[in-house]
């Protein structure tokens, strides 16, 4: 499985045809006139806008910030589907055929809209951030109803995802997390739970992993050594986004 970042992405000439079978976290991708994207697998994105004709396809997981659809645009989500937007910058001047789990806060809509639930919580933003040795993760919400708390995830290959802490909810407003910084890229979102126990997640944000600026080595009685050895030894790396890394191994 692979992940695939870009920036702003903008598909020219009509009727294209666009796949994602991996993981696809961008800032921004508009589809011209009667272009198709399906998504097999995961989009987190900043922005979706579909021009007049195009449909989204969305067959597992989606989440953007922004959705923007002109008139004659289709977004089709599939029955095991889950599509998310975030903010008010929804626009819908097409079509949702809904069949599985679409979520949105509110939007400006002349279009129509199959089975759309709100979400309890508005999330305005969440980011991540390096800070000196560790990761400053943050997020503001402008709404919270029936909210009960916020689960920060963290995940090294943006599959798998493992809880890192958490924080009830506590009123619309900004909030705040750590984790210490690491070496190699380091995926991050929010768990949004409810109070009935139902859920949704933020889109993903990404911290890159820093170079290697040096790495030495001790022995099992903490003699720093000039060079690996045979024997017991204790190797530490330091990267420059101040991660530290340490491990045991025996050295033939």
């Not at 589809?31 to 995961?42: D, G």
């Amino acid at each position: 499985m692979r992940v695939v970042y870009t920036g702003h992405v903008t598909f020219v000439g009509t009727g294209q045809t666009i796949v994602n079978d991996w993981i696809w976290i961008a800032a921004t991708v508009a589809l011209p006139a009667q272009a198709t994207l399906t998504n097999h697998y995961m989009l987190s994105l900043e922005r979706l806008t579909l021009a007049d004709g195009a449909t989204l396809h969305n067959v597992h997981q989606c989440t953007t910030t922004a959705l923007a659809l002109d008139a004659g645009a289709t977004v089709q989500n599939d029955t095991d589907a889950w599509m998310q937007v975030y903010t008010a910058a929804f626009t819908n001047d097409g079509l949702i055929r809904n069949c599985g789990t679409f979520l949105a806060q509110d939007w400006a809509a002349s279009g129509r809209v199959v089975g759309c639930t709100p979400l309890p919580v508005k999330l305005i933003s969440f980011t991540a951030e390096p800070a000196a040795g560790a990761v400053a993760l943050r997020w503001r919400t402008a709404q919270e109803v029936n909210a009960a708390r916020y689960e920060v995830e963290r995940s090294t290959d943006g599959l798998l995802f493992a809880t890192l802490s958490q924080q009830p909810a506590r009123g619309a407003g900004a909030y705040a997390a750590s984790d210490q910084a690491r070496p190699g890229p380091q995926y991050y979102r929010l768990r949004l739970v409810d109070a009935d126990a139902s859920f949704s997640y933020s889109p993903v944000a990404v911290v890159n992993g820093a170079a290697l600026i040096g790495r030495v080595w001790y022995n099992e009685i903490g003699q720093r050594l000039g060079a690996p050895q045979a024997g017991f030894l204790i190797e530490v790396s330091t990267y420059a986004n101040g991660a530290v890394e340490s491990r045991k191994y025996l050295q033939q």
